[in-house]
């Protein structure tokens, strides 16, 4: 039992890292990105195929894992940030749908559908397996901790002054003279880092990765959690991950009280549940459970 | 390889095959993008929903396909309309994007409906076997070839409604200037229920199509959701001519990439062709907005 908790707070942090890079893109700069579970695969192969065939080390394997979401996500940035949001909506889902198409069929480098086996972890076989989950789950938070400074940090700098400016009325934010692509472009970057090292990190506890755990309902999960905790507040992101990982194990044991339903309708049932949480979410309380102040103060003055 | 015209024609005919079951989902989605002006990514659940519903009509009752076409698009449709008034509408005051994020977690719960009431497994149609046809050398598939002649008709009675009744043209005052439409009378609401119904049911239909070429499971509808946002996006967002061309354009490109790339990698083409036209053309092929 002991075992099951700390597992789910290690899953716990690495949404609440997911949340947090998807709140830099969407919350900060206000651009939607349904394909944010595209990114954290990006993370979750590069260091993968580098620890686990280059036998470079892990430390610099997130490192690379963040770069080449980074990357793709500047990338992407660059692409769409003329966009209106609801192309934006088609194109980042899109991008993930590309993106686990290509882990599915590159066998030579992903090996296809069967996925990635044995990626190092840290301290992996030298303790037990209850001490690597603790060692994990320390490395995790600490990395939520530290995510969470610097974010929040430059969500009050002048550059995420300047982002939210952007998001509000983007015209208004280049009549002031600001160079609105080249923040966007960066608030992506730095945003797609975030949920590259997430998928680094999730790669390298899970020790197995594959196509499928990259789906878009790890997505939905995500903007559950931010929605949950506030769109824009960096806490929130936090919270609405705590909250995530417990309506998933909370479904999780109400499937198995509902008696005489086989596993696949359990599964059915639990993925419904979180869906249909979003919809009455987006319904009740679509400012979260910690609104972010700055936004609501705008909110009322005009 | 393209050897002669044979080759050419061959490619040329499968694309506006697949093209035409990718048409009447992105019809759909056009048609709700009209009226409401939100991409509803709840087009893959209704596809799915459309598909199992034909499939009972088909397998369980004894229909033949072209009255199981009639019931996937009046299930689909119907169950658009009560997802749309008690899930979506509620929440059209908060912005298409809120619209848009609850239509694809309605899109999960849709299929994890169906999947719930029949499970992952591949079912398939009862349907009679056909060998293809042959014509100097160029194969067609009767089954495909009849469901492009399914969804030309389905087009051809979207496309009479839309031209020659009051609703048709109340549909498309609303498309074109909301407000106008409103102060002439024509009750915004009834209009996006309609479109709701037709774009649901459209999507159904297509996912049915989809089962006759091959077979269905929950995940049908998402599988080609991205060809069908291609199609959408390629003939510009919310033109239902655009999205019948787009389709087209989608599915002979498709074919055309099947012949360089591996088959998988068919909907990462569609992906290629939305960043295409949305770097040059984002108003699409017929669409007016940017």
Same mark, same amino acid.
């Given at each position: 039992m002991d075992a099951y908790i700390v597992a789910m707070l290690v899953f716990a942090g690495v949404y609440a890292l997911m949340a947090l890079g998807l709140n830099v893109i969407w919350g900060l700069a206000g651009m939607v990105n349904l394909g944010l579970v595209g990114f954290f695969g990006l993370g979750a192969y590069a260091t993968a195929l580098l620890t686990k065939n +280059? @036998?470079?080390p892990m430390p610099m394997g997130w490192a690379a894992g963040a770069a080449v979401a980074a990357l793709a996500g500047g990338l992407m940035a660059l692409i769409v940030a003329r966009l209106r949001g609801d192309y934006l909506a088609i194109v980042t889902l899109g991008f993930a749908e590309v993106i686990r198409l290509v882990a599915s069929n590159e066998v030579w480098l $992903?090996?296809? $559908?069967d996925g990635i086996s044995g990626i190092p972890g840290p301290w992996r076989g030298q303790v037990s397996p209850q001490e690597f989950n603790l060692i994990f789950l320390g490395l995790v938070w600490a990395a939520v901790g530290v995510a969470f400074i610097l974010l929040a940090r430059i969500s009050h700098s002048p550059f995420g002054r300047v982002l939210r400016a952007v998001r509000e009325d983007e015209d208004v934010a280049a009549v002031a003279g600001k160079p609105v692509l080249w923040f966007k472009i960066r608030a992506f970057a730095l945003g797609a880092a975030v949920l590259g090292f997430a998928g680094a990190l999730y790669a390298h506890y899970n020790a197995y990765i594959a *196509?499928? &755990? +990259?789906?878009?309902l790890l997505t939905i999960y995500i903007v559950l959690a931010l929605t949950a905790g506030g769109v824009g507040a960096m806490r929130g992101a936090i919270v609405g991950a705590l909250l995530v990982v417990l309506l998933l194990e909370g479904t999780r044991f109400l499937a198995q009280v509902i008696? &005489?339903?086989s596993p696949v309708q359990k599964a059915a049932l639990r993925e419904g549940i979180i869906a249909l949480s979003l919809i009455l979410l987006l319904r009740f309380? *679509?400012? &979260? @459970?910690?609104?972010e102040r700055t936004r609501t103060r705008a909110k009322e003055a005009s | 390889m393209i050897q002669d015209w044979r080759d050419l024609a061959q490619v040329l005919l499968n694309g506006v095959m697949a093209g035409s079951v990718l048409m009447l989902p992105a019809i759909g989605f056009n048609c709700i993008f009209a009226v409401l002006r939100y991409p509803n990514f709840a087009v893959a659940g209704y596809a799915t929903v459309g598909g199992f519903a034909g499939w009972i009509a088909n397998t369980q009752w004894g229909w033949p396909a072209g009255l199981a076409l009639l019931a996937a698009f009046a299930v689909a449709g119907l169950t658009g309309l009560l997802a749309e008034e008690t899930a979506l509408k509620p929440l059209r005051p908060s912005g298409a994007l809120t619209v848009a994020i609850a239509s694809v977690a309605l899109t999960l719960l849709l299929e994890n409906a169906v999947r719930f009431a029949f499970g992952n497994d591949l079912r398939g149609y009862d349907l009679p076997v056909f060998r293809d046809w042959r014509f100097d050398g160029i194969r067609i598939n009767p089954q495909q070839w009849y469901n492009t002649l399914y969804a030309a008709a389905a087009v051809a009675a979207l496309f009479a409604l839309l031209a020659f009744t009051r609703l048709g043209r109340a549909m498309r005052a609303v498309a074109d200037n909301p407000q106008l439409a409103d102060i002439k009378g024509v009750d915004p609401d009834r209009i996006a229920c309609v479109a709701v119904l037709i774009g649901a049911g459209l999507a159904g239909i297509g996912g049915m199509l989809i089962g006759l070429d091959t077979s269905i499971d929950p995940l049908t509808g998402f599988r080609v959701v991205l060809s069908v946002f291609a199609a959408a996006v390629v003939g510009g967002l919310g033109s239902i001519p655009g999205a019948a061309l787009g389709a087209m354009v989608v599915g002979i490109g498709e074919e055309m990439a099947g012949l360089l790339l591996e088959p998988a990698y068919r909907t990462v083409t569609a992906f290629l062709a939305i960043l295409l036209v949305l770097s040059i053309r984002p108003e699409g092929l017929l669409g007016r907005r940017g």
């Open positions: +280059f @036998l470079w $992903t090996n296809g $559908t *196509p499928e &755990g +990259f789906a878009p008696p &005489g339903v309380r *679509p400012q &979260g @459970l910690i609104p | -």
